[in-house]
Nanobody, 119 residues
Framework: QVQLVESGGGLVQPGGSLRLSCAVS????????MEWYRQAPGKQREMCAI???????AYADSVKGRFTISRDNARNTVYLQMNTLKPEDTAVYYC?????????????WGQGTQVTVSS
């Protein structure tokens, strides 16, 4: 059974920082692409950052230069370091595991963690 558990969300002032973690079990983490998404109230879920199994990263324009995605294969954990946070970063943040098995793409999601940026 694949499980993704996010943590690290909370309330932070504009300009502050948070680090989100996503612990993964039930999957061969080292060969799995990991992604962070977010969903603000009344908006569609959007991709924030991606990290491939080899460490290649990609970011949405809205977070580029402020957010950093990283992974620790020894701990089966992916991180999202968020700096210079803005009120518009307020959202529920989700991690996603993308697994390729027998030619089929399987997506697994965590339950989400709330990030609120407000003074």
């Amino acid at each position: 059974q694949v499980q993704l558990v996010e943590s690290g969300g909370g309330l932070v002032q504009p300009g502050g920082s948070l680090r989100l973690s996503c612990a993964v079990s039930g999957i061969i983490f080292s060969i799995t692409r990991m992604e962070w998404y977010r969903q603000a109230p009344g908006k569609q879920r959007e991709m924030c950052a991606i990290i491939g199994s080899g460490g290649t990263t990609a970011y949405a324009d809205s977070v580029k230069g402020r957010f950093t995605i990283s992974r620790d294969n020894a701990r089966n954990t992916v991180y999202l370091q968020m700096n210079t946070l803005k009120p518009e970063d307020t959202a529920v943040y989700y991690c996603k595991a993308v697994q390729v098995e027998s030619g089929k793409l399987n997506n697994y999601w965590g339950q989400g963690t709330q990030v609120t940026v407000s003074s």
